[in-house]
């Protein structure tokens, strides 16, 4: 009866394994399909749930496209797996910066079954470090949100995550009370595979306090409701705990078959860190079943593989177990070889345990006090950069009063000239005085744009077409030589006019400070600090001021490009073709929500024709119909031009312009650089 009960098993989990396969498949598919971003990474995030053998590249890789999409569920979702990978393997100190990333980003969405289930993982962290108490309180926190939702699944899960603490902890009657409440719930749920894990979880109860025979039937149980459940998990290890409680009553032939079918579960889905484990339970198996031959041959090749994954006390285990087998063959020399490995390693890891849980305790110490120092060291520098602000922005505020004086003063001298005609004479004399003023703020303004001579220094095969909308222009190109690397962008300031130009004056001194200041060279950390910056200057207004600008930035080191951008994105043309980068979409200045701006690195290849640009040349009207010129029509001018020398396309892109427009006003600034690697 057994045997028949064992070949229904195998057929079910070779189904489970097929269903599987074709479910990911089927995803895989439908990936290739797929044409909108957030559609592919929410097909990537139920790929990499039904596949376990992902790893934590995977997962990261759909961290940065969530975040670049602002799809905050499966930035979290994504940040949570990682550090269950990393719990995984011992690493709990980087698993928990990792599920407090993902509480922040849950909490961001106001997702509070996010934030209960990474509680509870945080909570199995601070378990494996020793931190019950801690690990009781995020279980808690984790429970009180699951009753506060009426999620009665998720109490189940706290339930039976809460009975294993104290099962860890040796207190197993506790945990039994635990697992018995959780597996109610999940009864009365008709949920097949928490079923499982909480008769399971009551087997290990009944194991812990002596009670094999009880313990035997909730795994046999558990096993039961995992099959019908389909989890191949869940079937692993039930049978796995079948095939220890009948070895330990020396029923060999049935641990025999369980332990062969948890061999064939781990092998087909290339489970090797369990791997060497299954070849011992069935060596020692075949040992006590008087089968030396095949005990040897399966020792051998567990040790193989433990060796191979550098696991020491699957190592220990399987040298133990080859010790037994060679003695009893009389191989004395093999049985003394294998005795001393397993020596080694069960010395090993005493020692490992005792400098793991030395080094568990600095870490936890040092972890306090790391924190304390951190907000000390902020809170210096807070200070420190409030004085040294308040210094450096003397030059600005003095320019900035002197053209809001400048605007005052145009703006009254127009409200005269409407009033009366009789003083055109003066009107005109004022307004002279008023040009003059502004083309000196031009001058000004001049002085902070690099000189041509300078931009040829270091880019020596480039252009730069410059086109104000008036005397004094919003728009502005900047360039920076660092390190070695040249830095140049392309930047649009809020209006144009004085206005801009006044805007203008803060923004280029912000990309100024990030770089000399604040040693910055990457783009994305310059934009991010320039930011910064823009925003405090603006602060100080009593009265909400959102003006920002809209930027490509470049870095420049041999054929190493570098680019971030805020709104207005990097072209390169390569072989006749387009390849656009684009910007990250909020500007430099006061968003709803600020996120890091992403720095992208390109290898550039020779004769590529690298352009930035701000959006006043697409947004000319013109043309028979008056309407705008359009990025489409850009990227077209620009394929056509590629043979010329970049001053010729200077000239082209200009003369371009200049018909396009025709008799219209000019409506924006221009500005566009182009380089040739």
Known sequence: MRKLTFIIYLIIGSQLFCQNDKLIDSLKRELNLAKEDSTKVKLKTKIGEESWLFRISYWDSIVEEANHLKMHKEKAHALNNIGFILKNRGR?????????????????????????????????????????????????????????????????????????????????????????????????????????????????????????????????????????????????????????????????????????????????????????????????????????????????????????????????????????????????????????????????????????????????????????????????????????????????????????????????LNKRFQLTRKQKIIIEAKNKEITDSINYAKRIQAAILPPIKTVKEFLPNSFILYKPKDIVAGDFYWLEHKDGKVLFAAADCTGHGVPGAMVSVVCNNGLNRSVREHDLTEPGKILDKTREIIITEFEKSEEEVKDGMDIALCSLEGSKLQY???????????????????????????????????????????????????????????????????AANFKKLLLSIQEKPMEEQRDIIDQAFKDWKGNLEQIDDVCVIGIRA
């Open 92 to 412: 709990d100190f980087e698993a928990i910066k990792y599920f407090e990333q993902s509480v922040e980003s849950y909490k961001a969405i106001s997702n509070q079954i996010g934030i209960a289930e990474t509680y509870n993982n945080l909570a199995e962290a601070y378990t494996n470090l020793g931190q019950i108490e801690k690990a009781l309180d995020y279980h808690n926190q984790s429970l009180k949100i699951k009753e506060e939702t009426g999620d009665k699944d998720g109490i189940a899960n706290s339930l039976n995550n809460m009975g294993l603490v104290y099962y860890n902890q040796n207190e197993a009657e506790k945990a039994l009370e635990f697992h018995k409440k959780a597996y109610l719930i999940k009864k009365e749920l008709k949920n097949l595979f928490g079923e499982g894990t909480a008769l399971n979880n009551i087997g290990l109860d009944f194991y812990a306090l002596g009670k094999i025979d009880s313990a035997l039937f909730y795994f046999q149980k558990s096993l039961e409701k995992q099959k019908e459940g389909k989890s191949i998990q869940g079937v692993n290890l039930a049978l796995n705990n079948i095939a220890g409680i009948y070895r330990r009553q020396k029923r060999y032939d049935e641990a025999l078959i369980f332990y062969l079918e948890v061999l064939n579960i781990r092998d087909s889905i290339n489970d090797i860190i369990n791997l060497p484990q299954s070849y011992s339970n069935l060596s020692q198996t075949y040992y006590s079943l008087g089968n030396l031959s095949e005990a040897k041959k399966l020792a051998e090749k567990g040790l193989e593989i433990a060796q191979k994954i550098n696991r020491p006390s699957d190592i220990e285990y399987a040298a133990k177990g080859l010790y037994m087998i060679y003695k009893k063959l009389g191989d004395t020399e093999k049985a003394l070889q294998t005795y001393e490995l397993y020596v080694l390693m069960r010395d090993s890891i005493r020692n490992e345990k005792t400098q793991k849980a030395t080094v568990r305790s600095q870490m936890l110490v040092e972890f306090e006090k790391e924190k304390l120092i951190l907000a000390k060291e902020q809170e210096k520098k807070d200070i420190l950069h409030s004085e040294a602000q308040k210094r450096k922005n003397i030059i600005i505020i003095a320019a900035s009063f002197g053209l809001i004086l400048l605007l005052a003063f145009l703006y009254f």
């Open 564 to 630: 971030a951008g805020a709104n207005n994105p990097l072209w390169i043309i390569r072989n006749g073709e387009i390849l656009e980068i684009k910007a990250d979409k909020q500007p430099i200045g006061k968003y709803a929500e600020n996120k890091p701006y992403t720095t992208h690195n390109v290898e550039a290849q020779k004769g590529d024709s690298i352009y930035i640009f701000t959006d006043g040349y697409a947004d000319q009207f013109g043309g028979e119909k008056s309407k705008k010129f359009k």
